[in-house]
Antibody
């Protein structure tokens, strides 16, 4: 079955760190652009980061310098290392696939999401 | 960054209604515009990519149009399972950005 499964969310204090995982099955992450998208409670969708198939990465300004996206091809998994967490980082974090080629960078496969709460 | 503005923010409709949601980009994005549906507690689902291409498995009552800066999502005949929130997303340049969402509610 083709799917994405996120894990690693939880409650963390301001200034703390957390690593999210996105395990893929049924396809190879390195053949796709893999993204993280978040949604604060009751709010809209906010794109966070992308790991391009060639290895380049891009971040939203709101997380640049604090979050790091990475990929482990042997585990077919994408990660989001989050540090210096702030209350405004509280959200459900989704992993999303941008398939290649010709996808127009649309996200055709999403995980179920993992909740991150930043609070003291 | 490219700003995406959807209208309306919410609308009420009845089963069978024709519904149109608009999305405007703050600058030219060609047809790099995608539409998603999200139901409460669930991940978004891709409906339309490249402004007008229907994602596999999506009912044909959904359609998209537009290019440049102005786009529309149309539901030709609203069904009970279509009550949800809809988001547009530009994929012309990073950071990819979403509209604020349009909630389609039961009248």
């Amino acid at each position: 079955e083709v799917q994405l499964v996120e894990s690693g969310g939880g409650l963390v204090q301001p200034g703390g760190s957390l690593r999210l995982s996105c395990a893929a099955s049924g396809f190879t992450v390195s053949d796709n652009y893999m993204n993280w998208v978040r949604q604060a409670p009751g709010k809209g969708l906010e794109w966070v980061s992308v790991f391009y198939s060639g290895g380049a990465t891009v971040y939203a300004d709101s997380v640049k310098g604090r979050f790091t996206i990475s990929r482990d091809n042997s585990k077919n998994t994408v990660y989001l290392q989050m540090s210096d967490l702030r209350a405004e980082d509280t959200a459900v974090y989704y992993c999303a696939r941008d398939p290649l080629p010709g996808s127009y960078h649309a996200f055709d496969l999403w995980g179920q999401g993992t909740m991150v709460t930043v609070s003291s | 960054d490219i700003q995406m503005t959807q209208s309306p923010s919410s609308l009420s409709g009845s089963v069978g209604d024709r519904v149109t949601i608009t999305c405007r980009a703050s600058q030219y994005i060609s047809t790099y515009l995608n539409w998603y549906q999200q139901k409460p507690g669930k991940a978004p689902k891709l409906l339309i990519f490249a402004a007008s291409s229907l994602q596999s498995g999506v009912p044909s009552r959904f359609s998209g149009s537009g290019s440049g800066t102005d786009f529309t999502l149309t539901i030709s005949s609203l069904q009970p399972e279509d009550f949800a929130t809809y988001y547009c997303q530009q994929s012309y340049s990073t950071p990819w950005t979403f509209g604020q969402g349009t909630k389609v509610e039961v009248k």
